[in-house]
């Protein structure tokens, strides 16, 4: 078993570059499939649901090489098979992203249920929805998605909900599909916009992405692309707050400042300095940090993926801070554990109320999911003493080598590995937390 042990009390400086965005990548990657020629991915980010994606990719036949260490090129044009089993689709929930890459190439497509951070109810009935109106048929049997179409027509496709994942399934089932598809309610975030400029380069119709109407022209062919995915904008911000909470001063290079503004704004009235250049930031910290509070909400809103960092530069700061959160019914399991550093957080159902103690204490705490875990990879940083976090595969989902780039900032972190305490234990709790 992997775990970090954090040493707090150093202040962050330097130059960080953010990867690229997980988010992006993880459907570009299955998007890969609709190509009748090889595509060159580019500033593709080194973490495990990236790995998990290649090797679905590689299972189904495609042939894919590592060029360069966040390069791969891609040849679909060898997939002969076209189901994502579960032993993948549990450890990843953007799995479900090849059901409509599969089913627009092919027609045809099987993949388990997926898995990912248990954030709670998250289902697909929008993502069924949206294959439902462009021709598809479905069942689900033993946990399989089975998808079949005859031939897959543009049609209209509202929405109930504001979804990212169904918004970028129906945008890739619907691209080679015969006639116009009208996206209503459709997401906006900036990854959803970067999946349909990749798409768009390899000579689909997509226009609107990033408004709440996307149109989609279906096409008879897409040919090969040479692309490189948008930086991360969940890691820049995590990064942002880590300085924030060890009151540093870091320049964090490969960014799209526009993409942070949410963020940005947030953390000024919290009392971060925040310089904006083209390519990158500069976040600094001179005097206290004070309350706030912050609404979660889909984009250009505060991002839910930021809540847990954010609730933790609250902790350190002056007052009685309030955060809502919009999305995830689950994204406070986070709160019991920095609650062991120290923290003063009550929660009562979607609302939290923190009582700024303008410290924390090093304690052994575990990872919850993927965000849950930078949140405590900062309140470690920030703590005085030593923090051992656990279950920290949940932080490789989504995070680039982030102990080797928080170590060049100074900090003082380590990956070990240990005995697992009971092997039996460990592995059960792994299969359900995944």
Request: overall charge neutral; charged content about 25%.
């Amino acid at each position: 078993m992997d775990k970090f042990v954090v040493k707090g009390g150093r202040r962050l400086h330097g130059e960080v570059t953010i990867s690229g965005a997980k988010n992006a990548a993880v459907a570009i990657l299955p998007a890969v499939i609709l190509s009748d020629e090889p595509c060159v991915i580019e500033n593709v980010p080194y973490i495990s649901d990236v790995r998990i994606c290649i090797r679905i990719l590689e299972e189904m036949g495609a042939e894919v090489t590592n060029i360069a260490k966040d390069t791969y090129r891609i040849d679909p044009t060898t997939i002969s098979k076209f189901c994502v089993p579960y032993e993948y689709a549990r450890k990843m929930r953007a799995s479900y992203y090849f059901l409509g890459a599969l089913l627009g190439k092919f027609n045809k497509a099987r993949v388990s249920m997926p898995g990912g951070c248990p954030l709670g109810d998250r289902p697909i009935d929008q993502h069924l929805k949206a294959f439902t109106a462009l021709g598809a048929k479905h069942t689900l049997s033993q946990g399989m998605i089975d998808l079949t179409a005859d031939k897959l027509s543009g049609n209209q496709i509202f929405f109930d909900v504001v979804t990212v994942g169904a918004t970028m399934n129906a945008m890739l089932a619907a691209v080679k599909a015969e006639g116009l598809t009208i996206i209503e309610n459709a997401a906006k975030e900036p990854h959803i916009v970067d999946l349909a400029n990749f798409l768009n380069s390899m000579g689909a119709n997509i226009m609107g992405a990033g408004t709440d109407v996307i149109k989609i022209r279906g096409v008879e062919h897409l040919h090969g692309t040479t692309y490189a995915v948008i930086p991360d904008q969940i890691e820049a911000g995590t990064f942002m707050v880590a300085v924030a909470a060890t009151k540093g001063d870091v320049l964090i290079k490969n960014v799209i400042p526009k993409h942070l503004e949410s963020i940005t704004k947030k953390l000024e009235k919290i009392g971060v300095n925040i310089e904006q250049f083209d390519d990158s930031i500069r976040v600094w910290v001179d005097g206290p940090l004070v309350k706030t509070n912050v609404k979660t909400a889909p984009h250009p809103g505060f991002p839910t993926d930021m809540q847990s960092q954010i609730a933790t530069l609250l902790c350190l700061a002056e007052g009685t801070s309030i955060i809502t959160e919009n999305i995830w019914e689950q994204r406070f399991r986070y709160v019991d554990e920095l609650r062991r550093m120290g923290a003063d957080i009550t929660v009562n159902g979607k609302v939290a109320l923190i009582e700024g103690t303008g410290k924390l204490m090093g304690a052994p705490v575990k990872a919850c999911d993927l965000r849950a875990g930078a949140a405590l990879i900062i309140a470690g940083l920030a703590a005085s003493g030593v923090t051992e976090i656990e279950d920290i595969y949940h932080i490789e989902r989504g995070y680039d080598c982030m102990e080797g780039k928080l170590r060049a900032l100074g900090a003082d972190i380590e990956k070990v590995s240990v005995p697992d305490k009971a092997e039996g234990t460990k592995t059960d709790g792994a299969k359900a937390a995944v």
